[in-house]
C-alpha cells in the first residue's frame, strides 16, 4: 500500500490556515517528498509524520514556493538522527539550487547526493516506489512526477512443483529473491495491478499529464483558479484551472482527483466543487493535511 498526505494546498505565498503544496508518500517505511516550500516542516509536524524516514526528495521546479523549506527541513533531518543518504531529484539547475542553500547550512550528519534530470522522460527506483519524471509546460524547466508500486503474482504451489522448485525454497522465492537457481517467476502467477499516483502542479494542462496519468488510483493536479474568466491569466503564467484539471483526470481515466495549489486570491476553492465535479465527478478540493492510504484491490 501507500499512504499519501498532502501537507498543504496553497501556491504562491502560505496563508493562515494554508500551507503550501507538497506531498509526503510513505511506502514500508520510506517516504517520499515532492516539494518543499516554506512551512513544510510545521506542515509535517501537524500532520504527525516523521522527518528521519525522508530517503528522497522531487523537486518540481525552482521557485521559492516549491523549495524555500528545504534549507530548515535538512537541519531538522539531522536533528533527528538520521546519517544515511538523502536522494534529491529535480530538473536542470538542482545542483546549484541546493549547493547555495548550503551556504546557510554547515555540515550535516549525512550526504545529499543531486539527480540532475533532464527535460525528457526519466524512470528511476527510489524509496521503494518506481518514479517516471516527466515534463511539465510551465515557462521554466519543471517536472511532474508518476509514482508507482507493482505487485507480483500470486504464488502458485501447482506452478513451483511442475518447474520442480524444493519446498525448502518456496517462502525465499515467494518474497521475490532467486535462489538455487530458482526465480520468483518459477512460483508465483502473472502480475497483479498495482498502485500508481501522479502528482503535478505549475502547469498548462498538457497531454502528457493524462497520458502518464491513466488508470492512476490518484490524480493530484494544481487547479490554482476556479473562475471561468481567470483562464488567460492562467494561459499567461503557464498555470491550470480547476476545469483544466478535470479535463485531464476525465481523459486520463483516474479513480480520484485532488485538487492543490489554489492561488492566494482563492479563499474558498470549495465554492467551485459542484461545477467542477460536472467535469470529473469524483474530484476532491482539498485542505491541508488530507490523507488517503492507496491499497491493492483484492
Not at 517536472?143 to 517462502?171: C, E, I, M, T
Request: charged share 20%.
Amino acid at each position: 500500500m501507500i499512504d499519501v498526505t498532502l501537507l498543504g494546498t496553497g501556491g504562491m505565498m502560505p496563508l493562515p490556515g494554508r500551507f503550501l503544496t507538497s506531498l509526503y508518500v510513505r511506502t514500508n517505511g520510506r517516504t517520499i517528498l515532492i516539494d518543499c516550500g516554506e512551512g513544510t516542516q510545521t506542515a509535517i509536524r501537524t500532520a504527525s509524520l516523521r522527518f528521519k524516514c525522508i530517503d528522497a526528495i522531487l523537486i518540481t521546479h525552482y521557485h521559492a514556493d516549491h523549495v524555500s523549506g528545504l534549507p530548515g527541513l535538512f537541519l531538522t533531518i539531522g536533528n533527528e538522527g538520521r546519517t544515511e543518504p538523502i536522494h534529491i531529484y529535480g530538473p536542470t539547475g538542482l545542483t546549484r539550487v541546493i549547493s547555495a542553500f548550503l551556504t546557510i547550512i554547515g555540515e550535516l550528519p549525512y550526504d545529499l547526493i543531486f539527480h540532475e534530470l533532464p527535460g525528457e522522460e526519466t524512470r528511476f527506483e527510489c524509496a521503494n516506489l518506481s518514479v517516471t519524471a516527466a515534463p511539465a509546460d510551465h515557462g521554466m524547466p519543471c517536472l511532474f512526477y508518476h509514482l508507482s508500486l507493482s505487485r507480483p503474482g500470486k504464488f502458485d504451489p501447482a506452478r513451483a512443483r511442475q518447474n520442480g522448485v524444493p519446498l525448502a525454497l518456496w517462502s525465499q522465492l515467494q518474497k521475490g529473491e532467486a535462489v538455487g537457481g530458482f526465480s520468483p517467476n518459477d512460483v508465483l502467477g502473472p502480475a497483479r495491478r498495482g498502485l500508481s499516483l501522479l502528482y503535478a502542479t505549475d502547469t498548462r494542462p498538457v497531454d502528457r499529464i493524462a497520458l502518464y496519468g491513466k488508470d492512476t488510483d490518484l490524480l493530484i493536479l494544481e487547479g490554482m483558479f476556479g473562475e471561468e474568466e481567470k483562464k488567460a491569466r492562467a494561459i499567461e503564467t503557464h498555470h491550470m484551472t480547476m476545469q483544466e484539471a478535470a479535463n485531464l483526470a476525465q481523459n486520463a481515466g483516474s479513480k480520484e482527483l485532488w485538487l492543490t495549489h489554489y492561488s492566494p486570491a482563492t479563499p474558498h476553492p470549495e465554492a467551485f466543487e459542484e461545477a467542477i465535479k460536472r467535469i470529473f465527478e469524483n474530484t476532491i478540493i482539498s485542505v491541508d493535511g488530507q490523507k488517503k492510504t492507496l491499497s491493492f484491490e483484492e
